[in-house]
């Protein structure tokens, strides 16, 4: 098993672009989890999933969109990137939802800079 | 004020010390998680527990319910330890993860 992968690992964007994200999973995990990483903060859940075709905003979720047309995969999607949103993204998964007693299994992480 | 509160930040150890990572939490949680972030390298899951102590090798992770309290052993220390050690707790209201800011942690040789 592969478990969680992202792409691109790294990606500078220019003001007002837009990109996605890509985070697939094979371990037919039914939760999938977006955060984001800042310098000395914790990491901040931006949307989730609970199963192909439903997904959920969490903390910061403004300035990003989602999809889950099926269980593998949850791409993130910034529409007009803003310095603010300079930070590493990590994507996660985990077979119940995390909170509960289930493990959450993490991507390698895409660090993104917006100049 | 974040939920789940770390100390120390920061922490250098030599090699072969005993280290403790602290971990208090103000919310009801269901379940409380250690993780493992190494420089520019991804996240990993190390402990995930509801009561009690639970031991996988050098680590220990224990948590105290009542005091709302969990800590997080490193024995016998290793530079390959050095990294980023995160606590998060499951919340019981939302089911989601709630992130400490992290202890980063340099074992020196």
């Known amino acids: 098993n592969a478990g969680v992968t992202q792409t691109p690992k790294f990606r500078i964007l220019k003001i007002g672009q837009s990109m996605t994200l890509q985070c697939t999973q094979d371990?037919?995990?039914?939760?999938m989890y977006w955060y984001r990483q800042d310098p000395g903060m914790g990491l901040k859940l931006i949307y989730y999933?609970?199963?192909?075709?439903?997904?959920d905003k969490g903390e910061v979720p403004n300035g990003y969109n989602v999809s889950r047309s099926t269980t593998e995969d949850f791409p993130l999607r910034l529409e007009l990137a803003a310095p603010s949103q300079t930070s590493v993204y990590f994507c996660?998964?985990?077979?119940?939802?995390?909170?509960?007693?289930?493990?959450?299994?993490f991507g390698p992480g895409t660090r993104l800079t917006v100049l | 004020k974040n939920e789940v509160e770390q100390s120390p930040q920061n922490l250098t150890a030599q090699e072969g010390e005993f280290i403790t990572i602290n971990c208090s939490y103000s919310?009801?949680?269901?379940?409380l998680h250690w993780l493992q972030q190494h420089p520019g390298g991804g996240i990993v899951s190390l402990f995930m527990?509801?009561?009690g102590k639970k031991k996988h090798g050098r680590l220990i992770a224990t948590i105290n319910i009542q005091e709302k309290h969990s800590s997080l052993h490193i024995t016998a220390s290793h530079p390959r330890d050095s990294a980023v050690y995160i606590c998060?707790?499951?919340?019981?209201?939302?089911?989601?993860?709630?992130f400490g800011q992290g202890t980063t942690l340099q074992v020196k040789p």
């Open positions: 996660a998964s985990s077979y119940s939802i995390a909170g509960s007693t289930d493990t959450q299994y």
């Open positions: 919310v009801g949680i269901s379940a």
């Open positions: 371990m037919n995990h039914n939760y």
């Open positions: 999933s609970v199963g192909a075709g439903i997904t």
């Open positions: 527990l509801s009561s």
């Open positions: 998060a707790g499951g919340s019981s209201n939302t089911g989601k993860l709630i």
